[in-house]
């Protein structure tokens, strides 16, 4: 267990060794009745346990393999109010706020494990100096970074900056119908967004995606979305509709008509962070009886350990046979190999 | 009805040994298999294999075990067989083990299973295979009642899981590509554990100080897969296990 989240990458402490050697030999010299056994028998297993550690960690670090994605929800609060989606209803009171330098610390902890740091809502960039400063400290991890936002508050400073750090930026659209953008946002935002993507367009490049929520309503205007996107050479992906505990709807079309890339952008999410810090490996955990409570909250605790506890594994193992309408989100799929 | 795929690379007297003796196991098994694929891997050395039962493969270029099994599934659910058995070619069958695994595989409860693998050799290294568990599969904590894994030593899937859920072929070894067959069989189905159908898998010592080296390669080939093969499994590695041997075989349910 606490090979996975290292607490170094390349220098794993005495005590992190001394604590892996403990937690292998101590049940496996229990298993030898004969006296005159236990000690060749110790040694033969520390033997195999020295070949455990020896390979483990530098192949790990030669393929380069990050098996995480940490996804942080910046903050409930949002500026659109999307009839569909509750988060907005609920912004977390200005106390309860996960001080930035927290999650800097969390992703300092967690950097050689995290393939991607995914910023999401609420509308992320109401926060957003500290959506940069996360960026920036991405960029030095060399950790890639994906902001997921409604596009209200793109500016030419901010998409300056974000092309220079070279992380993707996502802007959430649903509909490219004025009438039905504003229906799908609960508030007259098609003509300050849509000249903001255009900005974006041009100052990101490729560094620019387009994603849309596919659902029972807008999966007529999701198409054309997507046609609008290849008009525009914009790579567009599709994010499932998730209600988190009622009812779901599953798209007649395949939702590989419809995108170049048919995984959601939040896909693969193992590692997710709540406004005020709790930590959850699944954002609707709730439904699970064994998950209800977060795994912990960093703004107290530091994220190995959170990760490493008992509780962490018992909510994994609850996960793969949860059978919840956000499996095809893939976060209970075994991941296919990464090498290739 | 079931068949037994072996998949085979035959390189030194000592392995021809092995399989001559695996092929006499198999010929006394108490309830004979269908069908028996040897899938020769390339070998090195030429060799007869003078069983009547046998079908033997013989594959142009070495591809490694699990594309060998592969094509031995292959073949067995051409002819529709209901249960697909492993073995390998350095192993030993006990007289009931094709009866026991199909009886417990027929009674649905599990898509897959295995059996309890005990060492042929009697050195101290052989020994410690035994209470490690090294080849004999790993318990899924805390209640013990479906494995982990098991190794392909000593494994049988019923057809419809096996026909699902090929060998990755991009393990190049005999080290690895187990695992991760079953921890993508166990995104949907649960492997059981029969330790009535025993074998005994032969790791080659002649005796502890000489085998001392042939125990470190071992070690060596099966760990360097494992990294590489976690990373791949990212939720289902995080599942508490605990590796079979003679004091845990029997769940505590039963």
């Known amino acids: 267990m606490s090979l996975i989240y290292r607490l170094k990458g390349e220098q794993p402490t005495f005590m992190h060794g001394l604590h892996d050697y403990l937690g292998e030999i101590g049940p496996f010299v229990a298993r030898v009745r004969n006296p005159l056994l236990k000690l060749p028998m110790l040694a033969l297993k520390s033997i195999e346990w020295s070949i455990y550690r020896w390979h483990k960690t530098p192949i790990r670090r030669f393929y380069g393999v990050k098996g995480n994605e940490l996804i942080y929800m910046i903050t409930n609060a949002c500026n659109d109010r999307c009839p569909k989606c509750a988060i907005w209803e609920r912004p977390e009171p200005r106390t309860q706020h996960l001080p930035v330098e927290r999650f800097l610390e969390c992703l300092r902890r967690l950097h050689q494990n995290v393939y991607q740091v995914t910023l999401t809502g609420g509308e992320p960039l109401l926060f957003k100096k500290d959506v940069m400063l996360i960026a920036e400290e991405a960029r030095k991890l060399g950790v890639p970074m994906v902001t997921i936002t409604n596009g209200r508050f793109l500016d030419q400073t901010f998409l300056t900056r974000y092309k220079g750090l070279g992380h993707i930026l996502v802007v959430s659209v649903d509909s490219v119908d004025r009438d039905k953008w504003n229906e799908f946002r609960g508030t007259k935002s098609f003509d300050v967004v849509m000249p903001r993507i255009m900005l974006a367009k041009q100052i990101l490049g490729s560094q620019l995606r387009i994603q849309s929520v596919l659902s029972q309503e807008s999966e007529a205007e999701v198409a054309k979305v997507a046609a609008w996107c290849r008009e525009q050479g914009l790579q567009h992906n599709i994010q499932l509709y998730q209600d988190f505990g009622t009812v779901f709807w599953r798209s007649t079309r395949t939702t590989a008509e419809m995108a170049d890339d048919p995984v959601p952008c939040a896909a693969r999410k193992n590692i997710c962070i709540y406004p005020n810090g709790d930590v959850v490996k699944c954002f609707d955990h709730r439904r699970i009886p064994v998950a209800k409570e977060p795994l912990g909250n960093i703004a107290t605790q530091d994220i190995i350990e959170i990760l490493c506890g008992k509780h962490s594994v018992e909510v994994s193992r609850a996960m793969k046979t949860c059978n919840l309408p956000c499996k095809q989100m893939s976060c209970n799929r075994p991941q296919a190999l990464l090498f290739k | ?254």
């Not at chain 2, 079908?55 to 002819?79: C, D, F, Q």
């Not at chain 2, 899937?157 to 991760?180: N, S, Y």
């Open chain 2, 1 to 254: 009805m079931s068949a037994l795929i072996i998949p085979c690379y035959v390189k030194s007297e000592w392995d021809l040994r092995c399989l001559r003796r695996l092929l006499d196991s198999i010929q006394a098994q108490s309830q004979p298999f269908e069908r028996v694929y040897l899938v020769d891997d390339a070998s090195p050395r030429s060799y007869d294999v003078p069983h009547p039962l046998v079908e033997r493969i013989t594959l142009e270029t070495n591809g490694g075990p699990a594309r060998a099994r592969n094509l031995g599934v292959s073949r067995a659910l051409k002819s529709g067989t209901d249960i697909i058995l492993f073995t390998d070619h350095d192993c030993i069958l006990d007289r009931e083990w094709n009866e026991k695994m199909c009886s417990f595989l027929a009674r649905g409860q599990f898509a897959a299973a295995g059996g309890m693998t005990w060492s042929w050799g009697k050195t101290l290294l052989d020994r410690y295979h035994e209470l490690n568990g090294t080849l004999a599969g790993k318990w899924l904590l805390p209640e013990r009642k479906e494995l982990w894994y098991m190794p392909s030593l000593n494994f049988g899937m019923r057809a419809f899981a096996a026909e699902e859920f090929p060998f990755d072929e991009r393990f190049p070894t005999a080290a690895g590509e187990d695992v991760d067959l079953c921890l993508r069989l166990r995104s949907k189905y649960r492997i059981g554990f029969c330790p009535e159908a025993k074998l005994w898998h032969d790791y080659g010592y002649r005796s502890t100080v000489t085998g001392f080296l042939r125990f470190l390669r071992l070690f060596k080939k099966y760990k360097s897969s494992s990294a590489t093969l976690y990373e791949g499994h990212t939720v289902l590695m995080w599942d508490a296990s605990e590796s079979i041997y003679a004091g845990n075989m029997h769940e505590p349910h039963l």
